[in-house]
C-alpha cells in the first residue's frame, strides 16, 4: 500500500475525492504522494486506485535519485492507475503508475509539486453479508448423546 521505505512516514489510506501532490518526504529518498492540507502524511494508494492529475504527468529521467537529470516530461496522460511491482523483491521501490498506453513510472520518479485526485477505489471482494431472512438453526434438532 505504502512503499517500503515509507515505513517511518505517517501514513492514511486514500479516499475518493483526495486531492493529493507529489513530494519528498522527510528523512527518506522516496516520493509520494501526500494530501494538499497534510504535508508529511503519506496518502497510500491500493493497488488498482485510479488518479488523474491537474496536467500532463512529469517524471525524472534516469534512476530517480541523481536530482540533476532533466526531466522527461510529458507522459502525454492525465490519468493512471496505481501498481505495485515486484513485490517479492526486498528493498527496492513497488509503488508505481501505469498509464493508458502501458507505461509504468515507478512513483518515486514522479517531479515533486503535481497536484491529483483520486477518481476511484478499486473494487474489493465483499465478505459475504448473513442474510436476515434465513432460518437460524435450532439447538432443538440435535441428536442427544
Known amino acids: 500500500m505504502c512503499d517500503?521505505?515509507?515505513h517511518n512516514v505517517?501514513?492514511?489510506?486514500?479516499?475518493?475525492g483526495d486531492?493529493?501532490?507529489?513530494?519528498?518526504?522527510?528523512?527518506?529518498?522516496?516520493?509520494?504522494f501526500s494530501a494538499i492540507e497534510e504535508p508529511n502524511v503519506a496518502v497510500c494508494l491500493l493497488p488498482g486506485t485510479e488518479i488523474a492529475f491537474d496536467k500532463d504527468?512529469?517524471?525524472?529521467?534516469?534512476?530517480?535519485?541523481?536530482?540533476t537529470w532533466k526531466r522527461e516530461?510529458?507522459?502525454?496522460?492525465?490519468?493512471?492507475?496505481?501498481r505495485q511491482?515486484?513485490?517479492?523483491?526486498?528493498h527496492?521501490?513497488?509503488?508505481?503508475?501505469?498509464?493508458p498506453d502501458g507505461q509504468i513510472v515507478l512513483?518515486?520518479?514522479l517531479v515533486e509539486g503535481q497536484l491529483a485526485t483520486v477518481l476511484q477505489l478499486p473494487v474489493a471482494p465483499q465478505k459475504s453479508a448473513q442474510r436476515h431472512d434465513r432460518v437460524s438453526p435450532s439447538f432443538d434438532l440435535l441428536p442427544e448423546y
Open 85 to 90: 511491482l515486484d513485490t517479492y523483491k526486498l
Open 10 to 16: 505517517a501514513t492514511r489510506p486514500a479516499n475518493v
Open 19 to 32: 486531492r493529493l501532490v507529489t513530494g519528498q518526504f522527510a528523512n527518506c529518498l522516496t516520493r509520494g
Open 4 to 6: 517500503y521505505s515509507l
Open 107 to 109: 512513483l518515486t520518479r
Open 73 to 82: 516530461t510529458k507522459i502525454g496522460a492525465t490519468v493512471a492507475r496505481f
Open 57 to 67: 504527468i512529469e517524471f525524472e529521467g534516469g534512476l530517480g535519485y541523481i536530482r
Open 92 to 99: 527496492v521501490h513497488h509503488d508505481a503508475l501505469e498509464f
